[in-house]
């Protein structure tokens, strides 16, 4: 992460950010290139990344528990980390339409299966079975 935002800043106008520093981390840097900025902040052993483009932000909190994104402030995806650094449970919130509660699918070992699947509005949880999802 440090040598892409390196890069990035090689070629950028950078400055200290403000988003960053609201959300109390301690070292921070925004870089802008064309039309999007990228706010990055770190604090102990936690890293913060937001970038945004016109009318969506994507941000990235990272913490010894697993790596959240969110999508215009929403949950997006999370996905934890094994010992050896490879991923582990995967989740990814999907919304409906009009932007509210969707699915979530979630895959336990990040195999590239999903395992489960959570009807966010009846709160019904499917299991993928035989190629197809049965209710639990």
Request: charged share 20%; proline share 3%.
């Amino acid at each position: 992460m440090l040598v892409l935002l390196s890069f990035i800043l090689a070629g950028c106008v950078s400055q200290r950010s403000d988003v960053a520093t609201t959300f109390g981390y301690k070292k921070s840097v925004e870089v802008k290139a064309g039309p999007y900025q990228l706010h990055y902040g770190q604090s102990g052993s936690e890293d913060f990344v937001l970038l945004a483009e016109s009318n969506w932000n994507m941000f990235s909190s990272i913490t010894g528990e697993g790596t959240d994104v969110y999508l215009d402030g929403k949950p997006f995806i999370h996905f934890g980390r094994s010992p050896d650094g490879s991923l582990t449970n995967l989740q990814m919130h999907l919304p409906d339409v009009h932007g509210k509660a969707g699915i979530t699918l979630i895959d336990k070992n990040a195999d590239g299966q999903w395992d489960f699947k959570i009807d966010e509005v009846t709160k019904r949880v499917f299991v993928w079975k035989d190629g197809h999802w049965v209710q639990r």
